[in-house]
Every structure is written in structure tokens, then in C-alpha cells.
């Protein structure tokens, strides 16, 4: 997949004047300003309606710019990079003097990533090429708090009187948010889990990564616990209390939506039955789009069935959890 040239030059352009644009990655679609560009960052908490001390992640052309935009990195920081990017990964640094407020939320450290989208790396390289710093700030280009958006049409939905381009790069293939490791301390920590999980990482790194445990106040926004939400609201149930809990909601009139993953739809169950592929990597693919579609429905209750409790589903289960909050 390749840009219009026209497109492309319109998107720097834009970004150059300080202004928005959103983009397709591997994960879901940013909303993309300068980084080192204060005034152009403040547009994206605006557009968001974001706390303004929500760090963002800076998104680069390769891994040649890690040093203009963090210090101190680690020897694992320089062999993840290697490994992973282009790819679903973050990571935290700590950041270089020149790295303003506005993009670290006014911590010392720095979020850091290459995605794995033709696209993105396009338009990062044509960025870098008419600025020196090269640095794209984007988070998830949705409203605050709201589901992350894996197609150009979900952010039209979600922001598209506040930006004035949106470069579509189709549907994304990861489907949730980057993997988030921290590498600013002593040991790594997985703040956010994701595609890329704590074994492959620690293939990498030698040793298993420490994992965060979201309580207290958040470092990341995406540990507040009713972050990815729909407007409607979530129940997540154990796939053996489906049926039951369903039979009992429409006794009472309650008109509910479900997404399973191994339970296909009886007689007599809700019309709105989604199924979801039943392996982590198909299921995280299509989980927004299932979600934001269901928001749709005009449903009182989206009721979700659980899926396996194991490392290999835990970024999946992570962003159950945080829709079900
Ligand atoms: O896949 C992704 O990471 C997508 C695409 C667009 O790259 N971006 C994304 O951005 O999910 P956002 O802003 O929705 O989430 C970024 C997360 C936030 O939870 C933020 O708190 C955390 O990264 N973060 C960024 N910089 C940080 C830092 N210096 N320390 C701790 N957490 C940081
Ligand atoms: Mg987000």
C-alpha cells in the first residue's frame, strides 16, 4: 500500500503547519500532530477532549532517531528495536531535555515507537525529511476514554469535524493498542499488555519482564479501568453462565448484544449474536469493530463471553476487563 504523492505532501504539509492528521498503524489509528511541536501537540488533548497529563507515544521512522528523543538507553531498548520494529511495541525511556511537557505529560521519560504500517512509515519518512526531529505524537484516535479506532471510517466517527485529514490505510491488522514496556528503570516492566507478549520479550531481553499491576494513580491512561468502553454498558460473563444469564435478561425485557467466541447463538437468544474468531490474534483483530458496532444497536447490554484466562489471550483479556469496568 502506497500514498498518493498529492496526499502525502498534504499530510506533511499539515503536520508541518502544526496541524492534525490521522493515520493508520498496525494497532489502531493515531491522531498525529508534530511532537516537537508543543502548540500543534495542545490540538490533539483538545481534539480528544484528553487530560493534558496523559503522556503520548512519539512515533518514528526507525530506530536511528531513538538518541535524538531519549538518553541512557539501555543495551535490551537497542536489541527490542532490533527484534520488534517496525512493530506493536513501545517503549519507555528516559527522555532527552528538549522533549517537551506537552508529549511526556512532564515526566522524565519518553514513549517510543516505529509502526509496523506502510503508510505510517511513509509518512514518517517524508516528515523526517522536512524536519529534523521526525517525531509524530499520536495516541488512539479516539474521544477520551472511548474505543480505539481500527478503520478510517470509526475515526470519521470519532473525530472527523476536529481533523482535516485522515489518511486511510484500511482496516488495522494488530487490532489493540502496542505493547507498553517500560525500560526507564531498573527493571522492565510491562505497563500495557499486548501483541507482543512477556515471553517474546523476554526471548529478547533474558529475562521475564516485571508486569504492572493497575492500581493507583496511573502512569499509563490506559490503566484507568474503564478506558476502551462503549457507551453501552459491558457485562463479561464465564461462558457457562451465558445462556442462563441471557434466558433471565430477556425475561426481563432487556434487549442485550453478545460476542462470543465458542458459544454460537441458540433459539430464542438475542438477534444481535456476534461471533469472534476463537484464537487471541483473530479475536484482538476484530474486537473494536465488534464493540463499536454493537454501540450501534440501540442495546441496553453488550454481554461478552469470556475467553480463556491464559498468557497467550491476556492483552485480550486486559481490554475485556477495561470495556466490562
Ligand atoms: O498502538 C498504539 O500504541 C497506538 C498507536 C496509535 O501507536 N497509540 C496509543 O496511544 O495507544 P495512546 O495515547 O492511546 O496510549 C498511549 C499510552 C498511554 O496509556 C500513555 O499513558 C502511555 O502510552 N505512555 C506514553 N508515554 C508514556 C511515558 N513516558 N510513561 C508512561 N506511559 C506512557
Ligand atoms: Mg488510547
Same mark, same amino acid.
Given at each position: ?24 498503524t498496525e494497532t489502531?489509528?493515531g ?80 514513549? /517510543?515507537?516505529?509502526p509496523?504500517h *506502510? $503508510?505510517a512509515?511513509?509518512? #514518517?519518512? &517524508?516528515?523526517? @525529511? ?93 490503566? /484507568?479501568?474503564?478506558?476502551?468502553? *462503549? $457507551?453501552?454498558?459491558?457485562? #463479561?460473563? &464465564?461462558?457457562? @453462565? ?84
Open positions: 500500500m502506497s500514498l498518493d504523492p498529492a496526499l502525502l505532501d498534504r499530510a506533511v504539509a499539515l503536520l508541518q503547519a502544526g496541524e492534525l492528521v490521522a493515520l493508520p489502531v489509528y491522531l498525529g500532530a508534530d511532537a516537537a511541536n508543543p502548540t500543534a501537540v495542545a490540538k490533539i488533548f483538545a481534539a480528544k477532549g484528553r487530560p493534558a497529563d496523559h503522556p503520548l507515544i512519539v512515533h518514528l521512522p526507525g530506530d536511528a532517531g531513538l538518541e535524538q528523543w531519549a538518553r541512557d538507553i539501555p543495551q535490551g531498548a537497542w536489541d527490542l528495536a532490533e527484534m520488534f520494529w517496525p512493530g506493536p511495541l513501545t517503549m519507555i525511556l528516559k527522555k532527552q531535555d528538549w522533549v517537551p511537557d506537552a508529549v511526556t505529560g512532564g515526566q522524565d521519560t519518553v514513549g /517510543l515507537r516505529v509496523g *506502510p $503508510v512509515l511513509e509518512l #514518517l519518512q &517524508a516528515f523526517a @525529511r522536512v524536519n529534523p526531529r521526525g517525531g509524530i505524537a499520536a495516541p488512539s484516535a479516539n474521544r477520551f476514554g472511548r474505543i480505539s479506532p481500527t478503520t478510517a471510517a470509526h475515526v470519521q466517527e470519532e473525530l472527523g469535524d476536529k481533523i482535516s485529514l485522515i489518511l486511510d490505510g484500511g482496516p488495522c491488522q494488530v487490532g489493540i493498542e502496542s505493547t507498553i514496556i517500560d525500560l526507564s528503570r531498573d527493571r522492565p516492566e510491562v505497563l500495557r499488555p499486548g501483541h507482543i507478549g512477556p515471553q517474546l520479550l523476554a526471548e529478547v531481553l533474558g529475562d521475564l519482564p516485571a508486569i504492572h499491576q493497575s492500581q493507583g494513580a496511573p502512569r499509563v491512561s490506559g490503566s /484507568l479501568e474503564s478506558h476502551y468502553a *462503549p $457507551v453501552t454498558p459491558v457485562r #463479561l460473563l &464465564a461462558p457457562e @453462565r451465558l445462556l442462563d444469564f441471557l434466558t433471565l435478561q430477556r425475561h426481563a425485557g432487556t434487549r442485550c448484544g453478545v460476542l462470543a467466541c465458542n458459544q454460537p447463538a441458540q433459539a430464542g437468544m438475542p438477534h444481535q449474536w456476534r461471533m469472534l474468531p476463537s484464537d487471541p490474534t483473530g479475536y484482538a483483530h476484530d474486537l473494536y469493530d465488534a464493540l463499536r458496532d454493537m454501540d450501534h444497536r440501540q442495546l441496553d447490554l453488550i454481554v461478552i463471553e469470556n475467553t480463556p484466562n491464559t498468557p497467550a489471550w491476556a492483552a485480550v483479556q486486559d481490554r475485556l476487563r477495561r470495556a466490562a469496568a
